[in-house]
């Protein structure tokens, strides 16, 4: 089968696109290369074609669709910074691109669709492990915009019975993720500082939890939610289950690569949540998903790949 992958040049797309290509299918990736990377593409090996193209422009989404079973909807302003500078760029790209690809989706007759949402929908408030029955709370543009794209994505399987799941990422970080933008991933971006003698920079007190989860996992529920025939709209996490300070995480990667521990503090960014850790029951229940790499063992690759000069 073929199957799309919009932002299929970015870290998550790329890896379920690669995916894909490694068990049979047929990939098309479209993206308008503002965030993904071209050698992203390069490493994908297989029946693959690739759209250069914005979500946003109508023949770009069609073109792209063409012959298509199922859509993995990667592509976004993925970035809360980004959101609070341009809310309106961020709002027109995640949340009318979503709402537009969905219905030339459904008009195309394609059945499957599964969204990349946010763990951001729950905003900061106290009660942990986030439940995905949770009242959500956005506290950015970027975590508003997501939600809404939840919304539509599941309008679309009660109105038009698409298979469709919006799976809630948490701190998803991996091998070949960017270390370079001012809002890159925690985890590569530490990497990068420590193999360059540097201290890594922490905003804020480095009290703060992540529920990081490996590239592997996410991709994993990701193939599980499109062929799966029990999703109905639903959101889910995806997560490891477990949550970490991210001053250890600091502390973690300084003994992996074996550098002096020593943090750079800076103050806290705006729109930032204090702590977060996922229940993923759901994610257990309707997909069988559960982590297949750990954090520990995650973070071990990524420094081992990356000190071997691992893009």
Do not use: W
């Not at 992958?5 to 990939?27: P, W």
């Not at 959101?83 to 995640?94: E, F, W």
């Amino acid at each position: 089968m073929r199957y799309l992958v919009t932002g299929g040049a970015g870290f998550i797309g790329s890896a379920i696109a690669e995916a894909l290509l490694a068990r049979g299918d047929a990939v098309t990736v479209l993206d308008n290369l503002s965030s993904g990377r071209e050698s992203n593409l390069e490493r994908l090996k297989g029946d693959v074609v690739f759209e250069r193209g914005d979500v946003r422009d109508a023949k770009a989404r069609a073109k792209a669709l063409t012959g298509v079973a199922g859509v993995f909807h990667e592509a976004a302003v993925a970035s809360v910074g980004a959101s609070i500078a341009d809310p309106i760029t961020c709002d027109d790209v995640n949340t009318r691109g979503t709402l537009a690809l969905l219905e030339d989706a459904r008009a195309a007759g394609i059945k499957r669709f599964v969204f990349a949402a946010s763990a951001a929908a729950y905003g900061d408030g106290p009660t942990l492990p986030k439940v995905e029955t949770m009242a959500p709370a956005p506290l950015s543009p970027y975590a508003a915009s997501k939600l809404a794209g939840e919304h539509y994505v599941r309008s679309y399987a009660h109105l038009h019975g698409m298979r469709t799941a919006s799976l809630r990422y948490f701190n998803v970080f991996g091998v070949h993720q960017d270390p370079n933008g001012e809002y890159a991933a925690v985890v590569p971006k530490f990497v990068d500082a420590l193999l360059a003698g540097k201290a890594p920079t922490v905003f804020g007190d480095g009290e703060q939890t992540r529920d990081f989860c490996h590239i592997e996992n996410v991709v994993d529920a990701n193939l599980r939610a499109m062929n799966s025939d029990t999703v109905h709209g639903e959101s889910i996490n995806i997560a490891n289950g477990e949550s970490i300070t991210i001053r250890e995480l600091a502390e973690t990667l300084c003994r992996l690569l074996g550098r002096e521990v020593r943090v750079h503090f800076r103050d806290a960014r705006a729109g930032d949540i204090r702590h977060s850790r996922a229940n993923i029951d759901l994610a257990q229940q309707l997909l069988g998903y559960r982590p297949l790499v750990s954090v520990a063992d995650g973070l071990a690759r990524v420094a081992d790949a990356l000190r071997q000069g691992a893009p």
